[in-house]
């Protein structure tokens, strides 16, 4: 089945009782049995519910994996993963990441007594070097929030599997529309489902596909009995989102490469990250393990300060300033003051997200339009 078929059919099966073509919204917290044990498929909404049942199906095929587990939030997905881990384990992570993932490494996991690494993930030889008998988990990100780096998916796979080491692949910005990290080796692949799976900023969630059964029922324990799950309505939405992914992805690849293209010849602008330019480090790597470029990217200006990137950030029309994005709409975003303001000033600097880094996500208007927003903001 092609990919825009396997997308708008996943997990879509007509209701029995009505035919509706649409999932329902099972809006309801438990279910009658019909003697103690007895029952249906669903005991309470805490382990099962049917909307949430058509999502983790519609979640595992179009990431081309046999499971999938939707959580309340990408950041509850990502708990999740670590709590497969126990007291001295390590994990080596990408050095450039979302915030949200650093701080709930940083300040919450680490006084449990697991070690993070953090490493420059780009070249394959440094995952390879930092293995050690601790650790248990390679983390990492690509194309990477908000620097755009990409890793070597197999390559690392080759390197984990080696090693018996879990690799865990956040693919918010790609999407499975543009990568599939299980085909490359990954054992499991993240999303914040709020992002581009939804599509709309409507709602907040998260999910983990994968392939390995036992790999499966942990982290199925751990869903049910932490309760990190997502209600039957955003759950919804997010199947809802999930039929026209590829129409949306293909707009944003093509709105992606036309701003990029427009950023890097303007005469204030110093840099432009987004993986679709043949120079870009691993630009090789991009092409070869991705079907498109995207709508991410981050840029600097030539007066590389926060103050300077201030005027721009506070000047657009269309680029709503908001943290988030994925969604149809396009937004803009300072990552030191918002998305990964809780990561160190100093660590920020060293991985090369300055002060004045702008962040993009390029929506589905006219790039026309954008464009000229970006020209007045910018000046």
Known sequence: ??????????????????????????????????????????????????????????????????????????????????????????????????????????????????????????????????????????????PTNPLMNITDIEGVAAITKKAGVLLCVDNTFASPYLQNPLDLGADIVMHSATKYLGGHSDVIQGCLMLNDQALRDQLYFIQKSCGAVPGPMDCFLVLRGIKTLHLRMQRHCENGASIAQYLRTHPKVERVYWCGFPDHHNYDIARKQMRDFGGMMSFTLKDDSAEAATKVLSSTKIFSLAESLGGVESLINHPASMTHASIPREERIKNGLSDGLIRLSVGVEDAEDLKDDLAQAIG
């Open 1 to 142: 089945m092609k990919l825009a078929t396997k997308i708008i059919h996943a997990g879509a099966e007509p209701d029995p009782s009505t035919g509706a073509i649409m999932t329902p919204i099972y809006q309801t917290s438990t279910y009658v049995q019909t003697a103690p044990g007895q029952h249906k498929g669903y005991e309470y909404a805490r382990s099962q519910n049917p909307t949430r049942k058509a999502l983790e199906d519609a979640l595992a095929i179009i990431e081309n994996g046999k499971f999938g587990l939707a959580f309340s939030s990408g950041v509850a997905a990502t708990d999740a993963v670590i709590k497969l881990l126990a007291p001295g384990d390590e994990v080596i992570a990408a050095n450039d990441m979302y915030g949200g993932t650093y701080r709930l490494f940083s300040k919450v996991f680490e006084k449990f007594g697991i070690k993070f690494t953090y490493i420059d993930t780009t070249d394959v030889a440094n995952v390879a070097n930092a293995i050690s008998p601790a650790t248990k988990l390679v983390w990492i990100e690509t």
